[in-house]
Every structure is written in C-alpha cells, then in structure tokens.
C-alpha cells in the first residue's frame, strides 16, 4: 500500500538539511472524532464553543482556557504525553520504545520558541497541547551541522531520529518556499481522552493560526509517521509536499520500521495562511 501522491502539485525532493534545532516530530496520535469536527466547522463548532468564529483562549462558556505553553508546565506535559501520546505512535509502537528519557526532552525542546499551546480545564490541569517550533532557513554552516541521532544514547529512539534525520537530508522546505525565512512546524498534538469531542484540538489549532498572523508566518509545516494523522491534516486543509515508505527506507540494507497498516511511511504536509504581508517576521 502506498500513500498516494498529490498529482496537482509535484513533490519536491532536495539534498539540503534542516537546521539541527528544526526538530521533526513523532507525528502526534489525536483521535479522528477529536479533530474532524474542526474540517466541519460550520456543523460541529457553534456548539462545542458556543458561537461561530469564537475561537479566543478565553471564554466564560468554555469549560477550559487555552493557554500559552510555559517551560515550567514541562513536568506536567511530558506527564499527560506520557498517558495519551507516546504509547500509541506509530513507530514507539512499533520497537516497543518504553520509557524514554530523551525522548520526553526532546518533545518538550521547542516550548522556548513560545508557540505551543495547552488548554488548561478549570482546576488547573493540562487537558491538551499543541507542541510547536520554529524552522528557520538553515545558514551554510548550520546545513553541515551535528545530526539529532548522532548524540543519542537510547538505541531505539536513535533509529527514530536517525529518520527523521534522512527526511531532512532528503527534503528541505525552505527549496519549496524560496521567500520564506521562518516556518511554524506542528509537532505534537495531544487531547486527554476524557476531554475529546470538545473541540480542545480545533482551538488549539486556531491559537496556532492566530499565532502565525500575529508574527507574519505564511506557512504551517507537520510532519506525520501516521495515516490517521496525516488523513486529519488533509481534513483541515493542509496538502502533501513529501512522502517516504517505510519500506523504502534502507539505511544497511535492510527494512527499518515495519509498523501496523495502516501506517505505511512518512508524510509532509503544509498549509498556506492566507496572504502574507510585505512585512518581515521578527522572530
């Protein structure tokens, strides 16, 4: 089974890398019923928000705030992953991955770029995140720079990031955006199963959009190791720019990653926000 390319926009494939610190995640787990209402917005939104386009982090309807993601809220996000994320991906599936020290780090590494979000119920608790980081146009040194597997020492986690650091090599968003300078990247979503069908996950994707508008970021990067996920993406707009099979990937020879159908490779999908203005990004 392949994952089926987009005929009306020809995939872009390059030798150029990332910056190190542009992390590629592991593609986030949010439940189907949790995200397709917001591809639906003119059927589900009015009544989980309360009215149509109120999208703010405040409402006094709502049973929960969303929230800018803060580096002390780490313990307590790595926590709530920890119960609804990592277990279920893909490929931590897959190698049984377990506990994962680096695996928690390098999840909560991109909170310092203040661009996630969390909704925050009202007692308190981190009910959902919205994990995201900046990519940056990686400069000439940068594009020669130490590999993300490279200083791992969890055997497993390193075949993960020795992946997503071949996608890197394979695959450079900024050949396929030759005017942007900076991209927000979706990382990790993830909603507390007792909280789902609320529409956590929508509002936190429109934080996220509100986000890019405020700072002039025309594009919206994710990349996904799951085929829920991606199909997810695609419900809100977004459109697939790169794709690998597991099975092609062979870095001894040999297949890596064989996970359960119906994950079958890599995707990349983005989605363009509107028109941008002349104005530069600061960040």
Do not use: W
């Amino acid at each position: 089974m392949e994952v089926q390319k987009m005929p009306e926009r020809p995939l872009l494939q390059s030798q150029r890398k990332l910056a190190n610190n542009d992390a590629i995640i592991l593609d986030s787990r949010c439940a189907l019923n949790d995200l397709y209402p917001i591809a639906r917005l003119t059927q589900k939104m009015e009544s989980v928000l309360g009215a149509a386009g109120k999208m703010k982090g405040h409402d006094d309807d709502c049973p929960y705030t969303i929230e800018l993601v803060r580096p002390e809220d780490g313990d307590q996000v790595v926590a709530m992953l920890k119960k609804f994320f990592f277990k279920d991906e893909p490929l931590n599936t897959f190698l049984d991955l377990g506990e994962c020290k680096e695996l928690e780090k390098y999840s909560l590494k991109s909170i310092t770029d203040n661009c996630s979000y969390k909704a925050v119920n009202k007692n308190g608790e981190i009910i959902g995140v919205y994990l995201n980081g900046l990519m940056r146009r990686p400069t000439s040194s940068e594009s020669n720079s130490e590999k993300a597997a490279d200083s791992c020492e969890h055997p497993k986690f390193k075949k993960i990031l020795a992946l997503m650091d071949h996608v890197e090599e394979q695959f450079s968003i900024f050949d396929l955006y030759p005017n942007e300078e900076v991209i927000l990247d979706g990382k990790i979503v993830s909603v507390d199963s007792n909280y789902r069908g609320m529409g956590i996950a929508g509002r936190l994707t429109e934080r996220a959009y509100e986000y890019m508008r405020e700072n002039n970021i025309s594009v919206y990067h994710v990349l996904c190791s799951s085929h829920y996920s991606a199909r997810v993406m695609e419900k809100l707009g977004f459109h697939e720019v790169y794709n690998m099979n597991y099975a092609d990937y062979k870095p001894e020879g040999e297949v890596i990653f064989k996970p359960a159908l119906p994950h079958v490779g890599v995707r990349i999908l983005v989605k363009e926000l509107g028109e941008k203005s002349t104005q530069k990004s600061t960040l």
